[in-house]
Structure formats: structure tokens, C-alpha cells
């Protein structure tokens, strides 16, 4: 197995070298040949999706996990859409910025240059298959994609149409290499792959992403959990903390930027919490509560210590409490994932306060934790979310597929 992928790895670095001189038309063209390639292939994509779901029920694999596997008509549109945002994108690579002259004459700046090989391990999620492909070929990188047995006929169906719009944009096939077999042994060699991957990004389930952090000899992009928290001020609007958590908690369950933990100012707990108790039970959400909470809400179970540190990715919410802002930021801090926290309010001094406070990859004011996403935030798609404090953090992107390098202008100077 180290030998297949030492071969892959080696076509992708080949290749990567081959893209450096590839311009901006080229790499759009293979976005928007690919774009129009899924909307032709549209019955062949759904027809392998529904292989990969039946194998998904009869190995009995989660709901989430289902639905983090399942495409449709509409999630084929989006990754359309995600392509047509992509091409659209400035290309970042060869930007030059951060110039200063210096007294000898010299101008001394940045330009900004793709990673290198990147390696994508993944779970479920097809639409990663086009989302990293994408991503790493407008950011001028070469991509290694691997990704779960549990969706292998829909990356394949898929990388078959990625393979034709590079080869009709006349950009190296390789640039997109794809593992071709689901040995769990293949993750391992890509993981101790020094000198011909230069970046591995998780994307799947805590075991997955806790494997790819303990085991990698490979600089690692990467979030675990996505415990998120939606903390309701003393001046909330009544009406958007409602709506807000409904969506934060029902939208889509299964979710990384799911709310999982919500906070309640105690001068609005008693007013607020039977309200947004009756809109959850619209959508059967199981409620756990802290003995506070209890007494408002008697009915629902109680939360124990390992609630405030759990990603459910369920139809679950623990609520808590907190007896001012600064007990919601402490206990965000203490039990959070550093993810996506977001502050229901109309104090602007109180919001200032909370993103400046909350430590983590995305902060929000009066908006559903679901927005922490790259097509949300207009990156065209994200090849993953870092909480990780170096190079990029929060959803990644195309500027977070790149590095920058000194560049140095001089006409005949010498030290």
C-alpha cells in the first residue's frame, strides 16, 4: 500500500509543478467544464448515490451518518453553484502585496503561493470530492482524495467527470488523484507521506480526525468537534433568539455548526425558555436542562457534567442558565470546541464584548451557528473548518490553501 500511494503522491507532486505555469483561464474552464459535466450526469451521479445509501442501511451506519452521504437534485445545484463562485474568485496565486522600500533600494514584499500536494481524508460527503478538487486547482494546488468506503460508487461517478474537464482544459489529469480502493491501510501511508504531501486535512468523524492528528508525520488542517453554543443576552429580541435557535438546532442536525449547547440570560429564562421549548418540540428535540432550567421546564431530562462537553449531532440540546455575560462567556470558553459561538442581543456594547472575548474560528451577532460555512461566507465551498490558531482558522477556503513567500527587487545591490 505505501507503494500505491508513494506512486500517487509522486504523479501529484509532478503534476503540482505542472499547474505553477497554468493560468486563471485554464483552471476556470476546468471549473465551469465540471460545473456543466454534473448537471449532464446528473441521473448516473444520483444512481451511484443510491448504491453507496443502500450499502449505508444494510451496514446500518447512523442517520447522521446517512445524511451526510445522501446527494440530491438540490445538493448537485449547489455544488454547481459552489463551482460557478469558485471561477468566479479572484485567483489568489502570484497576488503581491505588504511592499516596502528599503534604503539601499531594495523592495522587499509577499507573494502568495499554493501549499503544494494536498491530501483530503474524508467521510461520507460527496460533495467534499468536488469541493476540495475545486479549491485546491484554483488555489494552483494538486489534491490527493481519499475518501469512505460508505461513498465510494458516488467519488467515483464523480471523479470520473473530474478527470474529463482537466483533460479538456488541457491541465495535468493529476493535478486530482484519487485512492481508488477503501484499505483503511491507505490513510496510514498517506499519512507518513513526507516530502510528497505537504498538508493532510480530516474531514469526517472525531475517530477519523483524532487518527489523522495522532498518526500524521504531515502538517494536519483540522477540527474535531463542533460543539457549538448560542448564548441568549439579557437584551435579546425575543423573537430572533427563538428562530434562531430553532434553525441552529433543526436546520440540519447533523452538522458541525449544529448548536448544541444553549445559554439563557436568568432574567429571560422564565419568559423565553417555554417558548423555544415549544418551537423545538416542533421538530421532536429531546431537551436537557440544568436543575435551573428544570423548574421552567419540569418535563425534560436533566444534564449531567459530560452534556456541556458533547456534540450530539442529534436531535439533542443541553440549556443552561447563566447568571450573567460573563458566565456565558466562561463556560463557552470552558466547553466549547472553539468552532462557532454565536450572541443573541440588541446591546452593541455586549456583542463588541463577545466577539472580542469568545475564543473561537467564528463568532456571530444575532445569527444561526448553520451560517459557518464557506459557501455562507462567500468562499465558493470550504475543503474543511480549522480551529487550529496557525496558518487559517474557521472555514477554509481558498486563501487557506495558500502560503505566502518573500520577494526581493533589486538592481545590482550587494551586502
Known sequence: MQNYITQIAQQAKAAFYELANADSAAKNFALLRLAELIGEHESALLAANAQDIELAKQKNLSDAMIDRLKISSGSLKNMIDGLQQIAALPDPIGEMDEFRLRPNGLRIGKMRVPLGVIGMIYEARPNVTIDAAALCLKSGNACILRGGSEAFSSNMALAKLIKQALKEAKLPENAVCFVENTDRESVGAMLQAVDLIDVIIPRGGKNLVARVTEQARVPVIKHLDGICHIYVDESADSNKAINIVFNAKTSRC????TVETLLIHQNRAAELLPNIAAKLAEKNV??????????????IQAACEEDWATEYLALILSIKIVDDFGAAVSHINQYG??????????????????????????VMV????????????????????????IHVRGPVGLHGLTSQKWVVLGDGQIR
Open 254 to 257: 447533523g452538522t458541525c455548526n
Open 366 to 389: 444575532n445569527a444561526s451557528t448553520r451560517f459557518a460555512d464557506g459557501f455562507e461566507y462567500g468562499l465558493g465551498a470550504e475543503i474543511g473548518i480549522s480551529t487550529d490558531k
Open 337 to 362: 470546541s472553539h468552532h462557532t459561538d454565536s450572541i443573541i442581543t440588541e446591546n452593541y456594547t455586549r456583542a463588541n464584548q463577545f466577539l472580542r472575548l469568545v475564543d473561537s474560528a467564528s
Open 286 to 299: 429531546e431537551m436537557r436542562g440544568c436543575e435551573r432550567t428544570r423548574e421552567i421546564l419540569p418535563d
